[in-house]
């Protein structure tokens, strides 16, 4: 059992307040999933440049020194802003430049996400311990996608955490478990797709992020992979400019949807948005099974 969570504003005034709407639904669903958390973030695209998302075991982690000898070695402007164990470098350098730079460099520094849009934070622990170390309640961007995690067939770690992501400013958040992530994985791994964890559910989105990467939209992919993976699950989707709901053919995993004019809210349960404004007047609907539900920036 997770809790899964997810916002995107249509309005400038709700875009500025995103983290105030969006932490309490989060927090309210600590008793879905009380082992770890985590947020996908979606700022306005960055026109050049891309944000690496980063994340260090070590708390006094010396991000500025990171970003340093990235310029230097790598010969582009870098710029960092640390927060926790978690940081946001910002550079137009190109990720297969940049990754396999990080893991010889920085070997104990993981990358989160990378992207002209997301950035991820996310780590184990209580859901609210969570939002208070990242500041949740402060953050300013379009859409969101959140997740708390009880863990049921893999590790309590923060690798293990979600919002998972693959390729760029591409993330899944699930509710439920896959009977066939093996098969899937060595599918994957037989492409040359590497993974970080055991994980259903990086099987999951690596295995839609390949789809996309051979051309599908994110819409056709999720079609490709409902006859591919077996299990029960909800996902909760989004990329730089949409966000994606789909539940399996039996739908047994809870999802509600609540859509006004100004915004459209995804979570597990009802009362994690019923403090959301004018929520009396909005359209509240149980996701249908196998439907594949979209909504643009």
């Known amino acids: 059992m997770c809790g899964i969570v997810g916002f995107l504003a ?18 309210c669903m600590a008793t879905r999933g009380p082992d ?9 695209p960055l026109p050049a440049s891309r944000r690496f998302a980063l994340s260090s075991r070590d708390r006094k982690f010396d991000w500025q020194a990171l970003a340093e000898s990235c310029q230097l070695e790598l010969g582009l402007p870098a710029s960092v802003a640390a927060l926790e164990n978690h940081a946001s470098l910002v550079s137009e350098l190109q990720p297969d430049i940049f990754k396999p730079w990080l893991t010889s460099t920085f070997p104990e520094v993981h990358l989160l996400s990378t992207g002209h849009a997301i ?30 995690r009880m863990a ?84 909760l989707m989004a990329t730089a400019d949409k966000l ?26 009802f009362r994690s948005l019923a403090h959301l404004p004018d929520i009396k007047h909005a359209h509240v609907y149980e996701p249908g099974p196998e439907q594949i539900y979209s909504w643009s920036v």
Request: glycine share 6%; proline share 4%; net charge negative.
């Open 10 to 27: 249509r309005r400038d005034a709700d875009r500025e307040r995103l983290g105030q709407l969006v932490t309490p639904m989060l927090e």
């Open 36 to 44: 770890s958390a985590g947020l996908a973030l979606f700022h306005r």
């Open 119 to 148: 950035e991820i934070f996310k780590d184990e622990g209580h859901p609210e311990e969570i939002a208070r170390r990242f500041h949740f309640t402060e953050m300013v961007g379009t859409h969101v996608v959140g997740h708390t």
């Open 152 to 235: 049921t067939e893999s590790a309590v770690s923060p690798a293990h955490a979600h919002p998972f992501t693959a390729g760029e400013d591409f993330c899944l958040v699930h509710n439920g478990s896959l009977s066939n992530p093996y098969s899937v994985r060595r599918k994957l791994e037989s492409l040359g797709i590497a993974f970080e964890t055991d994980n259903d559910t990086e099987a999951g989105c690596r295995f839609l992020e390949w789809r996309m990467r051979e051309g599908d939209t994110l819409e056709t992919a999720i079609e490709v992979a409902q006859a591919e993976l077996d299990g029960f699950y909800t996902f």
């Open 244 to 269: 994606v709901l789909v539940r399996d053919a039996f739908a047994c995993k809870p999802a509600v949807v609540a859509e006004t004019d100004d915004y459209v809210a995804v979570s597990s349960e």
